[in-house]
């Protein structure tokens, strides 16, 4: 069984086509490695964590975020926290939605865990002597 996969893998690995998706997944893979670890390295925190608080700026670990990761907490005016409960099994998230002094707004999702539960939890705490207002809503 296992000679049949191994010819089938041959033959796709001869594709144009194949190859070129795969080096372009392995690309998207090591820049999302990348932009994850440059911020972690930038904030000190846990490569794994969704966001740090440190050094008076709000550093956001997720690679999907397109605009700029790291806001002064100067700049915040508000921090909301949604809490998604899990759907079928694909896992609970929260949904962190930050809004700026200057209107603009910034929301991202990140998974349940333990870390980031004690993370929502010490928000509070971290915010304190920059007057932002905090919002955490579970459903």
């Keep these: 069984m296992f000679d049949y996969f191994w010819i089938g893998f041959k033959s796709l690995s001869k594709s144009p086509v194949i190859t070129s998706a795969i080096y372009f997944l392995a690309f998207?893979?090591?820049?999302?490695?990348?932009?994850?670890?440059?911020?972690?390295?930038?904030?000190?925190?846990?490569?794994?964590?969704?966001?740090?608080?440190?050094?008076?700026?709000?550093?956001?670990?997720?690679?999907?975020?397109?605009?700029?990761?790291?806001?002064?907490?100067?700049?915040?005016?508000?921090?909301?926290?949604?809490?998604?409960?899990?759907?079928?099994?694909?896992?609970?998230r929260y949904l962190l939605c930050i809004q700026q002094k200057s209107g603009k707004a910034l929301a991202f999702f990140f998974g349940q865990s333990k870390e980031s539960e004690q993370l929502v939890k010490n928000l509070k705490n971290e915010t304190k002597k920059y007057n932002i207002k905090i919002r955490i809503l579970e459903t």
Excluded: T
């Design 28 to 92: 998207i893979l090591l820049l999302i490695l990348w932009r994850r670890y440059s911020i972690a390295k930038r904030s000190g925190g846990n490569f794994l964590s969704p966001f740090q608080i440190a050094q008076g700026n709000f550093y956001i670990h997720n690679a999907f975020v397109f605009r700029n990761r790291i806001i002064p907490l100067n700049d915040i005016k508000m921090i909301e926290v949604n809490f998604i409960p899990s759907v079928k099994l694909n896992g609970a």
